[in-house]
């Protein structure tokens, strides 16, 4: 089947040719069989396999999404793929991850780029920035559309203070629920785990204070 495939693609490729040299004189199938002959298979192997798993996980993302949206998943994954320094599968993986997370396809659609810029900002995996994001707009009730904004106050707020854009997110968690009972902002809240960071308070222990002093 991996070498069917391989022969459509050189198929498509030769017919692109056609302009060029007048014919396609070998069809893809029999290339494909020269490529198996000539023991070059396993160079291209690498290629469908990555192909493959990209596509799976779109189709997986699409399928937790649940809306039959996967056509408008896999235009979002493409765009932001074609600028992100991660590969097409990691940002696929990403809307996996953010479909798990209760987004619709046009909350993926909305989220995946600027996720993306703020994980390469701060050297921070797909995953890890996606699950700081994702939990703080819901936390803190904002739209998706806003993502980039939130990205720009996280890894604002991380890099001018002692503290890594991952405690940050963890501080976040225990702070964002009450910090929004209290109406502080994000940048409100983000300004206050600076705040304590630079004082050598930061991650859970920094979450766990600003939680206690918002309670009382």
Same mark, same amino acid.
């Given at each position: ?5 391989? &022969?459509?693609?050189? @198929? $498509?490729?030769?017919?692109? %040719? ?6 396609? #004189?070998?069809?893809?199938?029999? %290339?494909?069989? %020269? ?6 298979? $396993?160079?291209? $192997? ?9 596509? !799976?996980?779109?189709? +997986?993302? !699409? ?34 991850? =953010?479909?798990? !997370? ?9 989220? =995946? ?13 797909? #995953? /890890? ?19 980039? +904004? ?15 854009? &991952? ?20 940048? @409100? ?5 600076? %705040? ?8 859970? /222990?920094?979450?766990? !204070? ?7």
């Amino acid at each position: 089947k991996a070498y069917k495939r391989l &022969g459509n693609q050189i @198929d $498509r490729l030769k017919g692109k %040719l056609k302009g060029l040299d007048g014919q396609a #004189a070998s069809t893809g199938q029999k %290339l494909a069989g %020269l490529v198996a002959t000539l023991g070059m298979g $396993r160079m291209i $192997r690498g290629v469908i396999g990555t192909a493959s798993n990209y596509q !799976a996980e779109v189709t +997986k993302a !699409a399928a937790i999404e649940g809306g039959g949206n996967n056509a408008q998943i896999t235009q979002a994954v493409n765009a932001t793929a074609q600028v992100a320094a991660g590969t097409p599968t990691e940002v696929a993986e990403l809307a996996t991850s =953010l479909a798990r !997370a209760g987004f619709d396809a046009n909350e993926i659609s909305n989220s =995946l780029n600027g996720i993306v810029t703020g994980a390469e900002a701060t050297s921070t995996s797909f #995953a /890890d920035m996606g699950s700081i994001v994702s939990n703080n707009l819901r936390a803190f009730g904002l739209e998706t559309e806003k993502t980039s +904004k939130l990205v720009d106050i996280l890894v604002a707020g991380a890099n001018s203070s002692n503290q890594q854009i &991952g405690d940050l997110g963890e501080t976040l968690k225990y702070t964002a629920p009450n910090a929004r009972l209290f109406n502080l902002t994000v940048n @409100d809240t983000v300004a206050l785990t600076a %705040l304590l960071a630079n004082n050598g308070i930061k991650g859970s /222990d920094a979450g766990t !204070a600003l939680r206690k002093s918002l309670s009382q």
